[in-house]
């Protein structure tokens, strides 16, 4: 996306540094363009290829602490579904901060009485789950189901949809969840494919998060 | 603002017959256009002149479903801090319909741990705890205190910024409030002099709602 | 029931406009008639046929509260399981409004553990669990299931009680119930059937909604 | 209150020794008596002249246990707001057992969005809070105060009124109740006044309980 | 145990009369035992057989109480899963008592996100739950199931190592259990075998209260 | 502490470099001291001399993690009461990693109903009830109060018994506390004092995680 000076600017930050999940961002968040707004999407070259361990989150907290201090912006995505990082880099900025985790479910809640989500595999589940008691909306959760998949199969796997539909009907039918949150800023590409199966929305965390960051500064 | 035939619309639905409320909500709307939306907001005619007690809230109920079929949008946002026929609305549309109240308060929890309330007058506080509850998102809820004022007062007395100074200052250093939401989509032309006077984000309900349309709709 | 002029009386208004329920709930509230009391069951003439949708309970909200302004009561009762303008009415009296679906509950609330509700159809959960949260009480729902039937058919179709059966079977021994819940003013007729199949409590919300008006009209 | 053969019996008993509080609570009963019922009320010989303290409570739970037994009744209410003894009671019969805190608290809930609590003296609140959270409907509670005064002196006291009235005014106007439950069986007395000047429900979680007995009963 | 007299004193109460199960506990605090501690295990002589009923969690409260006031010690464990007696004994002493339930599941919130609990019968369930919800820690829980056994058979029975393997793995895997809780005193013989086999944390709730007192009596 | 080469080891990590602390830390568990269990405090050498914001925080967590994997032990717990750390360090062990805040607030649970917590400062109030959200018992918590004073003088300063005294008692007379939480590791040596100011128990939340690991250990 082209850059001007007077531009305010989302930096939107891919903590691990697989560059071609960084392009599926900008691919996913074109649609929010608008002119006098800057999207830029920026991988972490510190992090790891892929953040899929509590020592991948820990690991890019600082990191992306430093790359915020260093970079000036109106407003800051972190694009990784377990938020790493959200609260040290708060505390770096007076400029807001968000996670795609928190603003997915919180864009979610604003859409259907009780979420669900999908995850890459189940080992992350309780640290969802800690996210959301932390969060305080457990009550909304109609549950959260994994691919068993990883993130690098998820991104490129040519079932991954189908996986994805499967999860996502018993999210629906077992466990009543009116909205779908896809856990992984990697499954972006999937997200029309799985609302028009579904038929209730699909809420791409990525693109929520910037929605709100460009509602955000906007307004400043 | 002008609107072309091709341009996404965000239909923002005041639901008070009070146009000097709809223009005020044009005015905290303009920062958020861009090219491709028309963001057009509308009085409904058969609204009372001030949305202050539940029989204004049930009143407008129907009139909102009505105004929902008849007038096609991309996404419609409903501009009352009682989310006024929210469900009805979105029984009526595939399309997405917020509340202001409900997306002032979501994106309150993106910005800090816990938010304050700014309500118009104390009779309402019951009504936004029994919304609160039913959102799920009690846990963070550092307080709701009122201006005790009339809607009207809010929106034209010269000294509504001081009382909410006054107000968002306990609601920081007595309630613990690290954000505040304004409880009234009259209260939108003081955000800015709150918000600097406080020194902790302000949101305006309204704003936030409209924010997140855009997001939604940008990405259907 | 006859009606002497010192009469204290509880005003039971059936919002939807069948009066064969009407009648019904006159038959279910026989038992709790006592001397200087009038129970009256009046049919809403404004309602829909049958209350499925959330525009049905928003289009009786204003009728029934016009009812309660129009006619004197000691208490009055709303006979539906959406508690379709509790609120709006309460704002309308100093005298107490009760809702059945909220009686329901708290008095299974007072008779086990956890709760399970009988639902006529599955697309009335989700409102019923948002009613559930803004009731606060939440943590004691064991679960809820539906029946799949319209309104007419539970009314009126011989297999009623059957489907009741299995369904409160499930929600004894899956869901952990030790007392259900009718989810609707036009299951009373099988109360007594379902207790006797079940084991536990079955409560009628209408008649618990009574009773608690009676006791309160009483020492008033 | 005179009682043949062929009525239903509401057995309530009072879990303290004291003949006087019984007699109170026959007092306060009167108004709910019906043609077909009678409403016993009864001292627990074996019970101490009041409970105060938790011994108190666990010395009365098997001597009530035994009476639920020996006595034949329709329904139990147990006339301590400490709720004593009431799971081992219901394991004792098959037939209702409730406790008039339980049953004070879910009246309460019919009537306004918050509750406040008139406590004896504030010894009791954290068993009071522990209950409620058992109960699951702690969100609903604006607050408990203190009289500061023995039972003794509750019952007897003549400025009992007015503490009562200031602790409600507190509860009302710092704290947020809509309705206030009156925490012990010998307030009873002072239901009415009470009400009267704080201008919101007042609930006697002894006529609350024994109103939801005769409920249940009738329809059995 | 040996017992000097300058030993500070863990006084560990099995509050039903089965010597096997007292002795049952001294072999599972034998590993607890440090110089300058006494751990004593004692039957509560009027204790039944076996605490099943919410009957026998009465008749005991009492009895513990006198034992409590009777024998001096540094800190007291009530040995038994539905922690008889807790806060009478509490009322009784200024010396910390501990009940097994509440340490046990405490503990077991120390080891991993949500627990699991193992219940003799699943008569106990209820009883379980209320207790969970009065400690205020209901949104850890994962799950509860029961082996469907007797408490004499627990203990005794040949099979019931591989019953607890069973539920456990349901608990584990359908339930998303990270660490099991035994729901009674008399399965501490199994927790190794359980644990060996589970691969997750199990937790005997009689060892995790009297660490607690060790620690909470060493410091004071 | 001597420790021999078959002792079961506790390592206790202090997170800063403060020597200084870290020999408190040893103060305070001297009496935790038992045979065959070597309790070892170690400083971080890597860590920044106090830890208060959530940059220290998060600066710390992976070479809390190193640590645990270089060093051999047969439990972890980490003092410091943010528990920086805690997930990654359990990801790279089997053995048990405790959390002085998780377990100085379960230990808390077990003394009294509800609990109250001295913080160092107010700023880190927010980040604690996130805490006691993710731990999922925010339900007990009476209040959080803070000395407003840094770490150093915390350790130091003549005159902060006095503070915590004054703050302690608003926690138990205003919040109604029945039992404090010191949330600072460096406050240990005032525990005694400030318990028998008080009069109710105080909980050192290292002391508290040191008992529990020892428990855990000994059974293992």
Redesign the interface.
């Known amino acids: 996306m082209t850059d001007s000076a007077s531009d305010r600017r989302i930096l939107v930050i891919n903590p691990n540094s697989n560059d071609a999940v960084t392009r599926g961002l900008e691919g996913?968040l074109a649609?929010?363009a608008?002119?006098g707004f800057a999207i830029d999407c920026r991988t972490l070259a510190e992090g790891p290829f892929g953040i899929q361990?509590?020592?991948d989150?820990?690991?890019v907290?600082?990191p992306l602490?430093d790359l915020v201090r260093r970079e000036a912006a109106d407003a800051y995505v972190i694009a990784c579904y377990s938020d790493p990082?959200l609260?040290?880099c708060?505390?770096?900025t007076d400029r807001?901060v968000?996670?795609i985790a928190?603003?997915g479910i919180?864009?979610a809640?604003?859409?259907?009485?009780?979420f669900g989500v999908i995850a890459v595999a189940s080992r992350s589940?309780?640290?969802h789950?800690?996210?959301l008691?932390?969060?305080?909306?457990?009550?909304?959760l109609a549950g959260e189901r994994a691919l068993e998949m990883t993130v690098a199969e998820t991104a490129s796997g040519t079932d991954t949809l189908a996986r994805m539909i499967a999860v996502g009907r018993d999210l629906r039918d077992r466990d009543?969840a009116?909205v779908i949150v896809m856990g992984c800023a990697g499954m972006a590409v999937h997200?029309r494919g799985l609302e028009r199966e579904l038929g209730i929305?699909v809420i791409?965390p990525v693109?929520?998060a910037?929605?709100?960051a460009?509602?955000?500064v906007?307004?400043a």
Do not use: K, W, Y
């Not at 008691?133 to 909304?140: I, L, N, P, Y």
């Open positions: 996913a649609p929010l608008r002119p361990l509590q020592a989150v820990e690991q907290a600082l602490r990082g609260h040290v708060r505390e770096a807001p968000l996670g928190e603003c919180l864009t809640l604003a859409r259907a009485d009780r589940i309780p640290r789950l800690r996210a008691r932390q969060m305080g909306v457990s009550d909304r009543g009116g997200r929305p791409d693109q929520a910037v929605a709100m460009i509602g955000i906007a307004v």
